[in-house]
């Protein structure tokens, strides 16, 4: 039985036509041809795998027989974190982040290839964050350090706990350093940027949103009206749109996602091909992450975003005591 999609590996419909399967390979094909990336293994594996289902889905026999045998992986690699979150592993492998239609700092597009990791399906909830604050009192609304936040901790909750009926809501105005204390608690840590723009494409490739070109208010909570008030109104219950192809629901749009990395308007022109983080180390990070305090990278769009800022590749950053309605996190882990 065939293992891979060759209609996802191709970016084209199960109905598309011949001449459409064409051109999609041609576009793909230029792009990741070896002579254009010499010394580049990702783009020589995905000029294989490219290859591979042009030739496949632009023989009709094997097309059709393709058709008959591929059976789409009926459910995705699960697992559960120590904070009982259900996990989804990304597979090791190469992908192009970055876009060349975006702002200056998405720019230019590069081949990075990850090792495998998992991450959480959902961005993290009141309800698990409350366990964490009722095991670490020292990160409670009111006992949090003033160097740890902004004054806006924890905003939306009362004394101690989260609005009544709120808990499958994501948790927000969380700073970055509150965010990275919960993923050390929870035997995590937060993704790099790198990895959580593979994880958003959700296996596509050259794509603006998690699920394609088009912007689909089906698939994301966006441009909601803003008012100052209404953060709990607007936002949404975590996985209440359809999952990308990893499995991870809400990658973009509802809030935005603390990542691991500093903040650097031109780290893609010289960022690392293999697991890279722009900054220190993540030993480093983790070690010290208490005493950063350069601005960091948050990911994703918000409900109240436009669906320009909801694309994959958009990049936004604050100080790491930062904490506003719009902003939450995931974490990711090895295995």
């Not at 490219?50 to 045998?69: I, K, S």
């Not at 909750?157 to 350093?177: A, R």
């Not at 480093?284 to 950063?292: A, K, Y």
């Amino acid at each position: 039985m065939p293992k891979r999609d060759y209609y996802t590996i191709l970016n084209v419909s199960r109905d598309a036509s011949t001449d459409e399967i064409k051109k999609a390979y041609r576009q793909l094909a230029l792009k990741y041809h070896p002579d254009k990336n010499p010394d580049d293994k990702a783009a020589a594996a995905t000029f294989r795998a490219v290859t591979e289902a042009y030739e496949v889905l632009c023989d009709n026999a094997q097309r059709e027989r393709y058709n008959r045998n591929y059976q789409p992986k009926p459910s995705y690699d699960v697992v559960f974190g120590q904070d009982g979150a259900e996990m989804v592993l990304i597979p090791a492998g190469g992908f192009l982040m970055g876009s060349s239609t975006g702002e200056a700092d998405e720019s230019p597009i590069h081949s990075v290839y990850l090792d495998d990791f998992y991450m959480d399906r959902y961005a993290v909830p009141n309800a698990q964050y409350k366990v964490f604050v009722d095991d670490n009192p020292q990160w409670r609304k009111h006992s949090i350090p003033r160097e740890y936040h902004d004054g806006n901790y924890l905003k939306l909750w009362n004394e101690e706990s989260f609005p009544n009926g709120k808990g499958n809501h994501p948790v927000v105005s969380v700073s970055w350093y509150a965010a990275m204390a919960y993923a050390e608690w929870a035997g995590k840590r937060l993704p790099t940027e790198a990895e959580w723009e593979k994880a958003a494409r959700g296996g596509l490739v050259d794509k603006t949103y998690p699920w394609g070109d088009s912007i689909d208010k089906h698939k994301a909570n966006y441009g909601r009206r803003w008012d100052g008030q209404i953060a709990t109104i607007r936002m949404t219950p975590v996985g209440s749109y359809p999952p990308n192809g990893y499995g991870l629901c809400d990658m973009v749009g509802n809030i935005r996602e603390w990542c691991l990395d500093a903040y650097d308007a031109d780290y893609y022109k010289h960022s690392e091909r293999h697991n890279p983080i722009a900054g220190d180390s993540i030993e480093t990070v983790l070690s010290n992450f208490t005493t950063i305090k350069n601005s960091r990278v948050f990911r994703g769009g918000t409900w109240y975003y436009p669906a320009e800022y909801l694309r994959v590749s958009f990049r936004s950053r604050d100080i790491p005591s930062f904490a506003v309605t719009s902003v939450g996190f995931r974490c990711v882990k090895k295995e």
